[in-house]
């Protein structure tokens, strides 16, 4: 009896073994959505933002539950192997939708134009990691031509008041 419970108890040592390796090394999930948009609570696909707009990275995961989420934010030019200039934020959602919103708290002092590249990674115990990989563009702002045609009128009125002066006196 001994020997028989001996077997079974190696038997089910190997199995949570195999197990617990095959969950460590398993290819990781993706993120059901991963993509950047304008503000907190926004799910509208936004990947080209400018200067005076801050970024947000919306994420989706495949399963609810307690989770921890990393985000490294990668700015244009920058490697972000052991460089302090790659920008983290971490976040975590306990409710049932799985639907996390993450920011640069200092965005204001480092946005800078050019691509940038969002590397996520949420763990969702007790099983799996969950990655992915997005990238958003920063451009300067561009006055609209509506506006410079406002302007273009303010000063040539500007330029005939002065002219219709000078040619009364």
Do not use: H
Not at 132 to 138: A, D, L, P, R
């Amino acid at each position: 009896m001994k020997n028989r419970s001996f077997k079974v108890l190696i038997v089910a040592i190997l199995f949570s073994t195999i197990l617990l390796a095959n969950n460590i090394f398993a290819s990781p999930i993706t993120f059901d959505a991963m993509y950047t948009v304008n503000s907190e609570g926004s799910t509208i696909l936004k990947d080209t933002f400018n200067l005076t707009e801050t970024p947000w990275v919306y994420l989706e995961l495949p399963q609810t539950g307690q989770n921890i989420t990393f985000a490294w934010w990668t700015g244009p030019d920058t490697e972000c192997i052991n460089n302090p200039l790659c920008f983290v934020t971490t976040g975590s959602n306990n409710d049932a939708d799985g639907k996390i919103w993450l920011s640069l708290p200092n965005w204001d002092s480092v946005k800078k134009t050019g691509t940038w590249t969002i590397e996520a990674n949420s763990s969702l115990p007790p099983c799996c990691l969950v990655e992915g990989t997005t990238s958003f563009t920063v451009v300067q702002a561009v006055p609209e031509p509506s506006s410079f045609l406002l302007l273009l009128t303010g000063i040539t009125g500007f330029l005939g008041l002065l002219r219709f002066r000078n040619k009364r006196n």
